[in-house]
């Protein structure tokens, strides 16, 4: 725990002017950004006596090494410059709403040729035309189902589209007019898009004017007696004013707003928000935080307007925002939303009249959503601290283990030796560091590693020495090493060649790699692969980071250099987070290695032919029959294939000569030679024996 008082700037220091300030801990990574008025008023108040400062501060604090500041002219520009280095750099203790689920959206691909309305989610894309978003995937769909009557806009993929076209015949949806099936051109691709932008301008709101239009066309229709087309028009009407009913008018006066509702207490906070579009609901979305610090409701609301509104321009940024409070000071936000926008931006607080009666509606669900997301966490809050400290006790570790890395190795009977690395932290999976390794096994290891009952161990080694030397190599380059020590100090002869540190990721400040210390190394395995994972970092003089194994026929759990091993009681909720840790990286590395078992399997000589694509490949085998008829085969017979040349027949012809023969595959039920005219549907067994890709991993010599 660092004293904040050691990297604490000298009075004069810093500048009394707008900016942007970054803590960074002790490996560099940046774990706060906030923005200021006045920095050095701002910054002054997180050297203060820690008995003073909230306890998530105190521990912010604690946990920096250091702080910097980048100076702005304006405080808009903070708020800019702030955004942008929360979503570059992702800082632990920063205020991040997290969404309990991820909305769908109605969205209308304009930047196709031919627009597609479909359900998305996720990150928005260019070129595609978003409302929403929606509590419920089925929400959308009823509201397609019946705004495709009137707008028949094309709702197919890609696939069913190219089909459609080529078979000259359209889908369901176009026999049952609700498709106008520009596959088979009924409608030009202008017509199509013009069908796409009425769409979306009923669904953005302007609804009474296009029904004004329908019922004009509608009375026409009657007056000249055409009274099929009347009836269809007004079933037209009907079907969009079910549509219109399925979101009930809440602001009389057609206001397009969005209404944003803030729930605290002490710790945590939720914030509801409400899509208004016409007058009408159009979407309704929650997120939750923990208030990393003393933090105030206006606070609260700038980071939810930088979340919402961030990435959006454009009709996507209302004329209205609502707020519970408004942000300290004012002007800057709204300048900011303005400039997203294009256009003026109102951003107050609702005093009386139906806005303020839908504000307490609002509130009253952010309410409602934390009480409901402090009910699912408490367990969960409690079970992982438990975990943690039972871990802590079993395996007399001096801090919590806050973040563990469990390494598995995984292959098939020797071959493809791949290792998996999983994270955790506080307890959760953090899978975007998840990392893969091949293994390469090393030359000279002979007089180290006897049998190959060994290669689960000297695999273990080799993953451990390359992921901490990438540590250290990192550690290096930003300047951490003290007292003289130097990276890989002890690192025997004939070790792994990694990239030097130059090649690392330049990052700074954003999570890297390798750059970032476990308190604790777990290893799938008993006594001899935690003996491998303690000498690997033995070697490299890294002697602070925990190293246990876990063992799976009786959940033991190892310690390197004891005789007898840790037993949890099997109701321990550290043992359980540890089999939930070691499970995933079995997981992970299982999964890598049939990845990279299936591409062996399917590899053939025909892949090193520089030039030759997948099509022209399919045409010789179709043409062939197999790849053995093809290496028999003349180069006159090559070129009779459609698309292959005589240069190229010969290069074919060549690396066919060049490869060896697969061996015959044989029928273990009949001892028969197959002819290798069929694709082999399994991999076997060192004898003989299929061995299937679901297969269970038991014993050494199966999959593991």
Not at 120 to 144: C, L, S
Not at 198 to 206: H, I, K, L, S
Not at 314 to 341: H, I, N, S
């Amino acid at each position: 725990m660092a004293d904040p008082s050691s990297y604490r700037p000298k009075p004069g220091e810093i500048p009394d002017s707008p900016g942007v300030y970054r803590f960074r801990d002790e490996h560099r990574r940046v774990i706060y950004v906030g923005k200021a008025k006045s920095l050095r008023q701002r910054l002054a108040n997180y050297f203060q006596d820690l008995a003073g400062l909230h306890p998530r501060t105190r521990s912010m604090v604690t946990t920096a090494a250091s702080v910097e500041w980048t100076v702005v002219s304006t405080e808009v520009e903070a708020l800019q410059l702030e955004y942008s280095w929360i979503k570059e750099y992702d800082p632990r203790f920063n205020v991040k709403y997290r969404d309990d689920k991820s909305y769908p959206y109605l969205a209308v691909t304009m930047g196709e040729q031919y627009p597609r309305v479909q359900v998305m989610r996720g990150h928005k894309k260019k070129g595609v035309r978003y409302f929403g978003p929606y509590a419920h995937a089925w929400a959308i769909r009823d509201t397609v189902d019946l705004m495709l009557r009137v707008f028949p806009v094309r709702t197919c993929s890609a696939g069913v589209f190219k089909n459609a076209a080529r078979t000259g015949r359209p889908c369901l949806l176009g026999y049952i007019d609700k498709c106008s099936a520009p596959c088979v051109d009924r409608v030009s691709a202008e017509d199509h898009r013009e069908l796409a932008e009425e769409f979306c301008d009923f669904m953005a709101g302007r609804t009474g004017t296009y029904l004004r239009r329908l019922e004009t066309r509608m009375t026409e229709a009657a007056e000249e007696m055409e009274y099929e087309r009347a009836a269809r028009l007004r079933d037209d009407i009907g079907a969009l004013k079910k549509a219109m009913e399925k979101n009930a008018v809440v602001l009389a006066d057609a206001t397009d707003a969005d209404l944003i509702a803030v729930a605290e207490d002490e710790l945590e906070a939720a914030v509801q928000i409400f899509h208004v579009r016409g007058g009408r609901v159009r979407g309704q979305r929650g997120w939750v935080t923990d208030k990393v610090e003393e933090i105030t409701t206006g606070a609260l609301v700038e980071h939810a307007l930088q979340q919402l509104y961030g990435e959006e321009t454009g009709d996507a940024v209302p004329r209205e925002v609502l707020v519970p409070a408004l942000p300290d000071p004012v002007e800057p936000v709204q300048q900011w939303l303005t400039g997203r926008r294009g256009s003026g931006v109102s951003l107050r607080i609702p005093q009386r009249g139906d806005k303020r009666a839908l504000m307490e509606t609002v509130e009253r669900n952010a309410q409602q959503a934390l009480v409901l997301h402090k009910t699912k966490r408490a367990s969960d809050l409690t079970t992982r601290s438990r975990a943690l400290e039972e871990i802590t006790d079993a395996l007399d570790l001096d801090s919590a283990p806050l973040r563990i890395e469990c390494y598995d190795i995984s292959h098939l009977q020797g071959d493809d030796v791949v290792a998996s690395m999983v994270v955790f932290e506080d307890g959760l999976a953090r899978k975007s560091e998840y990392r893969r390794f091949q293994i390469k096994g090393r030359a000279g290891d002979t007089q180290l590693w006897h049998g190959t009952g060994q290669d689960d161990v000297r695999s273990m080694h080799e993953v451990i020495t390359r992921r901490f030397r990438r540590y250290l190599a990192e550690k290096e380059r930003t300047g951490e090493w003290t007292d003289g020590e130097e990276p890989g100090a002890g690192t025997p002869a004939g070790g792994l060649a990694e990239p030097p540190a130059h090649t690392l990721t330049e990052d700074d400040g954003r999570p890297r790699r390798f750059a970032y210390p476990p308190q604790l190394v777990v290893v799938d395995g008993g006594a001899p692969q935690v003996a491998a994972a303690r000498r690997a970092l033995d070697e490299l003089g890294i002697d602070d980071i925990a190293v246990c194994g876990l063992a799976k026929r009786l959940e033991e759990v190892w310690l390197p250099g004891d005789d007898d091993p840790v037993v949890l009681p099997r109701t321990s909720e550290g043992l359980y987070l540890l089999q939930r840790v070691r499970d995933e990286a079995h997981r992970f590395a299982i999964t890598y290695q049939r990845t990279k078992r299936t591409k062996r399997f399917r590899s053939s000589p025909l892949d090193d032919v520089p030039g030759l694509g997948e099509t022209r490949k399919q045409a010789l085998l179709k043409h062939f029959g197999s790849l053995r008829k093809l290496r028999s085969a003349t180069i006159d017979q090559i070129c009779e294939v459609p698309g292959i040349g005589r240069k190229t027949a010969e290069t074919i012809a060549g690396a066919l000569a060049r490869a060896e023969p697969a061996a015959p595959a044989v029928n273990t039920a009949t001892g028969e030679i197959m002819d290798d005219t069929e694709e082999p549907q399994q991999a076997t067994g060192s004898r003989g024996e299929p061995v299937p890709t679901g297969a269970p991993d038991e014993g050494r010599g199966q999959e593991r």
